[in-house]
């Protein structure tokens, strides 16, 4: 039997190569002749920086940029070639603000702006930037500001306009592609501040403010470029970071998913797999809007391959059925609690029961 791991993190518990280990000892211990592959996934969000390195076998670089309170920092991104992998989290991600500081409109982007900066000045013409785990909601004007101070100091004096920053920086045209999942637009209903500006500590009082200072953003834009992208799907990732690329770099929006699976040759890999097993913190109905599993899940129904979904958390697991999964199961134990199931060494003991029970079943 062949089964083949692609399994995302199980955010802020363990990482997509931790979920795929448990898995393979549950394997081992039900089937010990089984062929077994496991991959690190993402699909741009947590974890996606060392997903792609993996993948494209890229060298991890340090640079020292400011986190979203301005404090200085070290924050990784990889290379190679002239291919820079980059997760805006390492420079502007929640989880570098304390609790007690999050405030969307004083946290800045403009550590993400001396990462690209330092990818470009290295000569690299191709960027993958993953747009998950963002703590702003600056629509990319720290990023611009950050990149504009690099160049001004590549320079050697003040620069007037955009346009001579990004002259400076870019030694060869550029390409920049944003590895995300979210399709929201930059503003309204749907948008950044009012989606996902609770999440990044926003009061219902700083969401119309933020809404309104990222339209105002838009319109100056516009006048001067004469476009506007404030409205295409993924402006509003990563608290509008996908527009300010979009607008200012005319990066374009993909499936990090997609994008890390053609990479992996991960086709050719399941096309003689018994069985694929993928999984996520927590699955229901929003899984299948094109997260990572349900993006598995395509893949493995083309090739004719049972697709099995774990989760610490299942809801609507009659519709994750109907989509297609061969098998839903939830790890956790109905009497456990949160704080428990959150311990990493309790997710992998469950991840490994769940997957030794579930393979028991399947090669009796």
């Known amino acids: 039997m062949k089964y083949v791991l692609a399994i995302d993190s199980f955010k802020g518990c363990i990482s997509s190569a931790e979920a795929a280990e448990a898995a393979a000892r549950g394997i081992s211990v039900a089937d010990r002749h089984a062929e077994v592959v496991k991959l690190t996934v993402s699909d741009g969000g947590e974890g996606m920086l060392q997903a792609f390195s993996q993948a494209l076998q890229a060298e991890t670089v340090q640079c020292c940029v400011h986190d979203p309170m301005m ?15 980059i997760e805006v989290a390492e420079a ?4 570098l603000i304390e609790p007690e500081n999050r405030n969307p409109l004083v946290a800045t982007s403009y550590g993400v702006g001396e990462l690209v ?4 000045t290295r000569s690299c013409t191709h960027l993958i930037i993953g747009l998950g785990g963002s703590g702003t909601s600056d629509c990319g004007i ?3 500001k950050g990149m504009m101070d690099a160049a001004q100091r590549l320079a050697g004096k003040p620069l007037s306009t955009w346009e001579e920053g990004w002259r400076y920086l870019m030694k060869e045209p550029v390409n920049i592609v944003l590895a995300s999942d979210v399709d929201n637009p930059l503003t309204g209903p749907q948008g950044a501040a009012t989606v996902f500006g609770p999440q990044k500590g926003a009061t219902e009082e700083m969401i119309p403010i933020l809404d309104r200072r990222a339209k105002t953003f838009a ?3 516009k006048k001067h470029f004469g476009y506007d992208r404030s409205c295409l799907p993924g402006a509003g ?12 770099m005319d990066a374009k929006m993909q499936s990090g998913a997609e994008l890390l699976l053609d990479w992996l040759g991960f086709d050719a890999l399941i096309k003689d797999a018994d069985a694929v097993i993928t999984g996520e913190g927590s699955s229901d109905r929003q899984t299948l809007m094109g997260k990572l599993p349900v993006v598995i899940l395509r893949h493995a129904q083309k090739a004719g391959v049972p697709c099995w979904l774990i989760a610490g958390r299942i809801t609507s697991r009659d519709e994750l059925l109907d989509a297609g999964f061969a098998k839903v199961s939830c790890i956790n134990p109905e009497s456990i609690s949160l704080a428990e ?10 991840i490994c029961l769940t997957i030794q029970n579930t393979t028991t079943r399947a090669t009796c």
């Open 71 to 85: 404090r200085r920092i070290t924050a990784n991104y990889a290379v190679k070639d002239k291919t820079a992998i």
């Open 92 to 95: 502007c991600g929640l989880s």
């Open 117 to 120: 900066a330092d990818a470009m």
């Open 142 to 144: 720290g990023m611009l």
């Open 219 to 221: 319109e100056m834009s």
């Open 237 to 248: 990732a990563a608290g509008g970071l996908g527009y300010g690329f979009m607008q200012y």
């Open 341 to 350: 199931a959150l311990k990493p060494a309790t997710a992998k003991q469950n």
